[in-house]
């Protein structure tokens, strides 16, 4: 845990301790150690405005702001660092406005307004960049990543609710981060849940009217309220003998509508069946029917 550290103050023995102390965090205090070159690349600003931080002002940039959250950490002097560096403009550019994107320098502080702004203005970058100075790489380390063992590069992808989707340390593989943020970015498709049942013991009469007053019209209220998108009964030919005989598929918009389909759905047999379900000749279910499965899909296709 040592190597984050040593990393840090790597050129930090050529500088005086007032220096080394004092200067930087007069560099923290202004809030900046540069500024914006007037460049712009793709219509967005190339950002030279490097901003200090330390193992306390970074753990509010960990936290994502209603949209996936991608930072690296590297220094000028890490030459897989700087390779990489073509690699992460284009994923700021090609998903700007649909994720934030933080560079974090583990430059010597010195290099706020030397060697880190004219990098950045070499490259053309255009994502936020912060410079951080800290004397507690372990409390550093832990709150980016348990993948991070103080290698650069190191690259963390948050999701939009602050969970790690993905962690690298050494130069990213691009496919791999393009294919993590698409699939982060994907709107949520439908969800449905389809139930097939065997009618037995010849009720065939008493199933079809028990799903008809009881199951269809909990979903008719349900589609009214917003509680799913829609809902189907399909009912087979009798004169066809098969696995099952009744088709029950509802349709939930998203999965949110889905996850908070069991709660609405209790509400709704409170209210429209307070004293139980509607059944023809008193015949209870396990009389005239048998869930053969029930199955929930997803759709992953692109959505519109």
């Not at 050529?14 to 540069?34: D, K, M, N, T």
């Not at 209603?66 to 897989?80: M, S, Y």
């Not at 970058?125 to 290698?151: C, F, H, N």
């Not at 982060?184 to 037995?200: C, R, Y």
């Amino acid at each position: 845990m040592h190597q984050l550290l040593n990393v840090i103050w790597r050129r930090a023995a050529a500088v005086s301790l007032f220096a080394l102390i004092f200067v930087p965090l007069v560099s923290a205090q202004s809030g900046s150690g540069g500024s914006d070159s007037g460049q712009t690349v793709g219509g967005k600003a190339v950002n030279l405005n490097v901003k200090q931080i330390d193992e306390e002002s970074i753990k509010p940039l960990l936290v994502p702001d209603g949209k996936p959250l991608l930072i690296n950490f590297w220094a000028t002097w890490c030459e897989p660092c700087r390779e990489e560096f073509p690699e992460l403009i284009e994923i700021d550019r090609d998903y700007v406005g649909k994720i934030d994107f933080l560079i974090i320098s583990l430059d010597d502080p010195v290099e706020i307004t030397r060697d880190v702004p004219k990098f950045l203005e070499e490259m053309g970058s255009t994502m936020t960049p912060y410079l951080l100075r800290t004397l507690d790489e372990t409390a550093v380390i832990g709150s980016i990543s348990k993948d991070w063992q103080g290698g650069l590069p190191f690259t963390v992808l948050y999701d939009a609710e602050g969970k790690v989707a993905h962690a690298r340390q050494g130069k990213i593989k691009l496919p791999v981060v393009r294919g993590i943020l698409d699939g982060l970015l994907a709107k949520p498709g439908p969800v449905a849940v389809t139930e097939l049942v065997k009618i037995v013991n010849g009720k065939r009469d008493e199933a079809v009217f028990y799903y008809r007053n009881n199951w269809m019209k909990l979903r008719e209220e349900a589609v009214k309220r917003g509680y799913i998108e829609s809902y189907e009964m399909q009912v087979g030919d009798p004169r066809e003998e098969g696995e099952f005989d009744i088709v029950l598929i509802t349709r939930y918009r998203d999965k949110a509508q889905f996850d908070a389909s069991e709660p609405n759905f209790q509400k709704l047999i409170k209210e429209l069946l307070p004293i139980g379900p509607v059944r023809m000749n008193e015949a209870v279910p396990d009389e005239f029917r048998k869930s053969v499965g029930v199955r929930t899909t997803e759709s992953v296709g692109p959505h519109r």
